[in-house]
């Protein structure tokens, strides 16, 4: 998994820490990956998701995220060159 890659959500997120202040992901749902992070508490893997923006943990300072075990990559992101970039914006 990377920025960028289309993640189909196969484990809806429970909140299990009441403090957590998260927008729950839906088993079956597809979402984009907008940042993967290491959490500050444990160094674990965090996804941000492009389709949802959770609040602030004022602890950490950084936003809620998810386990990317809830996660499948169902496509990765598009290996785009510079050179296929400007011969593109070149023949536009």
């Not at 839906?26 to 940042?35: C, L, N, S, V």
């Not at 995220?65 to 598009?78: H, L, V």
């Amino acid at each position: 998994m990377k920025v960028g890659s289309l993640v189909k959500c196969i484990r809806s997120t429970v909140i299990i820490n009441p403090f957590w202040e998260g927008t729950p992901a839906i088993a079956g749902e597809i979402y984009t990956i907008r940042d993967l992070l290491p959490n500050p508490s444990n160094g674990a893997p965090v996804i941000y998701l492009e389709e949802m923006k959770n609040a602030i943990n004022t602890f950490s300072g950084k936003e809620y995220g998810y386990s990317p075990d809830d996660f499948r990559e169902i496509q990765p992101p598009m290996e785009v060159s510079l050179e296929q970039i400007l011969q593109e914006t070149l023949h536009a």
